[in-house]
């Protein structure tokens, strides 16, 4: 590997909540006592423990050693970059710089694009389990999230119910339907029939589509993106789709993400509802993380970054399927999370979700409790770890928390 994926860093001290919690985020686990000789390993918020592709620090440095630091407006380079970037990796085309927009996140922009589509209160459609930050964001303001259940097949991949989908949205009178794509925290990387039939719904009973494709960089063993935009035209058409280089590339604590919308009427709404508070405004020094990342370097990184994070997914399944009787998973086609289910294994042991999961934060596994993400006995596990440090997490579930 021509990148670094292999060396530990230790991010104690360096602002990450991932290994430095917050009281606030800490919750029932404050209680638990770290045993003694454990460090933390870090695998519940989905950022990455490697380091960013160097081209990232360069241009940001580059920058800072200007000295000033006055107010500006993106360079034409910003747009140029992503246009790129999207015909390369995702086989966009006719993309043009005014269908490019900023936004300081991508759940600021699924907000904004809701305040258009929806009125306070409205239903929206969003698949479950569910990324926690949907919920948070859409009951933050007053939207009412009506689930509909994704399911495992007879070969554990998890699937769309379309029938429920249609039946949710007649219903409950639903126009606008959120997509993850890929979803979090299935890992699924949807196909282009599958975005096809769910767009099928979506215009015969006009519904319009928020599709949060943050993840849309890191699919592994080879699979491919394909943008939810692009399946025919009335999802080119009413589509608002979020990118960002913010989980690519590591970069969340820089802020920063964009939208792409082709509909004139729809972007332009969406620009003015995302406008009114007058802080979706972009740093300078966030614009040049994207400039650096979106470079040669930046290419080849993801392409290296994929194989690293496909061998990690790899080795957590089998090991877990080796070795933790009672719990089940779906292999990941996309993202770095993990999603399993400790149903079995909770039952025979007679233990509940707690007790599990503090017993591996007890020994330093990190590990996120997936019941806020609608999986009663999941737990989410973040695998952008060098693979070392993923072995070492499943040595201590194996022998401290499974199999004691
Ligand atoms: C599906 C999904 N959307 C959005 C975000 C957060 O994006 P942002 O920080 O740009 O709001 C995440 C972060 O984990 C995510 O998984």
Not at 197 to 216: C, F, G, L, Q, R
Not at 245 to 261: D, E, Q, R, V, W
Not at 266 to 289: D, G, P, Q, T
Not at 355 to 382: A, C, E
Request: charge should be negative; glycine fraction near 6%.
């Amino acid at each position: 590997m021509k990148y670094d994926f292999t060396s530990i860093i230790d991010r104690k001290g360096y602002d990450a909540i991932a290994v430095d919690l917050p009281e606030n985020y800490l919750g029932n686990y404050a209680a638990v006592k770290r045993e003694e000789g454990f460090d933390v390993i870090p695998m519940w918020v989905a950022d990455m423990n490697f380091p960013v592709v160097p081209t990232i620090q360069k241009a940001v440095i580059d920058r800072v050693n200007h000295p000033a630091f006055g107010y500006f407006s993106p360079r034409d380079e910003y747009f140029e970059l992503i246009r790129k970037w999207q015909e390369t990796r995702n086989h966009v085309s006719g993309l043009e710089n005014r269908h490019i927009g900023y936004e300081n996140g991508v759940l600021g922009g699924v907000v904004s694009a809701m305040n258009v589509l929806a009125s306070k209160g409205d239903n929206v459609l969003v698949h479950s389990p569910t990324y926690i930050g949907f919920t948070m964001s859409l009951e933050n303001n007053g939207y009412n999230i009506i689930h509909s259940p994704l399911y495992q097949d007879e070969n554990n991949v998890w699937r769309m119910d379309y029938e429920d989908m249609e039946k949710k949205i007649v219903d409950h009178k639903i126009h606008v339907a959120i997509m993850c794509n890929p979803h979090n925290p299935s890992g699924r990387v949807w196909t282009k029939e599958e975005l096809e039939k769910a767009m099928a719904i979506y215009e015969k009973y006009n519904v319009w589509v928020i599709s949060d494709e943050i993840w849309s960089d890191l699919l592994l063993n080879g699979n491919s993106h394909i943008p939810t935009q692009s399946v025919n035209e009335y999802a080119h058409n009413h589509t608002a789709a979020f990118y960002a280089p913010s989980k690519t590339f590591n970069l969340a604590g820089l802020i920063g993400s964009y939208h792409i919308i082709y509909n004139d009427w729809l972007r332009e709404r969406i620009e003015k509802e995302s406008s009114l508070s007058h802080y979706n405004s972009m740093n300078v020094l966030s614009m040049y993380a994207l400039i650096g990342a979106y470079q040669p370097e930046g290419y080849e990184w993801v392409d290296e970054l994929k194989e690293v994070l496909s061998e990690n997914v790899a080795y957590a399944c089998d090991y877990i399927e080796q070795n933790f009787k009672g719990v089940t998973l779906s292999r990941p086609q996309g993202t770095y999370m993990l999603f399993i289910d400790c149903e079995g294994y909770c039952k025979a042991h007679g233990i509940d979700m707690d007790t599990l999961l503090h017993k591996g934060w007890k020994y330093g596994v990190y590990w996120q409790d997936g019941r806020p993400f609608h999986g009663q006995y999941s737990i989410r596990m973040n695998l952008a770890l060098p693979l070392c440090r993923v072995k070492e997490a499943f040595d201590r579930l194996d022998q401290h928390v499974f199999n004691d």
